[in-house]
Antibody, heavy 120, light 107 residues
Framework: QVQLQESGPGLVKPSQTLSLTCTVS??????????WSWIRQPAGKGLEWIGR???????NYNPSLKSRVTISVDTSKNQFSLKLSSVTAADTAVYYC????????????WGQGTLVTVSS | SYELTQPPSVSVSPGQTARITCSGD??????AYWYQQKPGQAPVLVIY???ERPSGIPERFSGSSSGTTVTLTISGVQAEDEADYYC???????????FGGGTKLTV
């Protein structure tokens, strides 16, 4: 059974860089045809797709966030990461990591989510 | 950027049929996916590739597509189906994914 777990600071100051890591267990992050994705959800609001990284390392980002987002993968640790720069209060949200099966396009496994608050 | 449009809310009585729509210009070219989210929980996939149902999802959940609109249908709605539902798809080139604004289903 694949499991995903987000980790990182719960509080980030405005203008700084938000950094989160998703640890994958129950399977190798470098095997199979999967995208590893980040999705966020401000309190009381809807889901927003942030971006994804493919097993090969290629990335896709939400155009509205592209200039501030970097997603990378560390196969040695079976982890992938999110960096979001120049954060503001609008970036306060629960951040989820998820696995997407490339051929089917579906997000079949999700992390439990982690709340990141941007505040001084 | 690309957007998917959902009604903010749908309300039905137990046992009735709930239909939640999602509209987007690229839906004739890109598959749609539906996620159910209950308070404090991560989303759960209930329909993929417009109409496929993952294992473990009750048969009362079904999906359909017609032109620029996809529909999630829940037949014989139960109290446990009360949740937020989100459609997801990709832009016309398949470069990035997008979620609809979500629909709160009240039973």
């Amino acid at each position: 059974q694949v499991q995903l777990q987000e980790s990182g600071p719960g509080l980030v100051k405005p203008s700084q860089t938000l950094s989160l890591t998703c640890t994958v267990s129950g399977g190798s992050i470098s095997s199979g045809s999967y995208y590893w994705s980040w999705i966020r959800q401000p309190a009381g609001k809807g889901l927003e797709w942030i971006g994804r990284i493919y097993t090969s390392g290629s990335t896709n980002y939400n155009p509205s966030l592209k200039s501030r987002v970097t997603i990378s993968v560390d196969t040695s640790k079976n982890q992938f990461s999110l960096k979001l720069s120049s954060v503001t209060a609008a970036d306060t949200a629960v951040y989820y990591c998820a696995r997407e099966i490339a051929v089917a396009g579906k997000n079949d496994y999700w992390g439990q989510g982690t709340l990141v608050t941007v505040s001084s | 950027s690309y957007e998917l449009t959902q009604p903010p809310s749908v309300s039905v009585s137990p046992g009735q049929t709930a239909r939640i729509t999602c509209s987007g210009d690229a839906l004739p070219k890109q598959y749609a996916y539906w996620y159910q989210q209950k308070p404090g929980q991560a989303p759960v996939l209930v329909i993929y590739k417009d109409s496929e149902r993952p294992s473990g999802i009750p048969e009362r959940f079904s999906g359909s597509s017609s032109g620029t609109t996809v529909t999630l249908t829940i037949s014989g709605v139960q109290a446990e189906d009360e949740a937020d539902y989100y459609c997801q798809s990709a832009d016309s080139s398949g470069t990035y994914k997008v979620f609809g604004g979500g629909t709160k289903l009240t039973v």
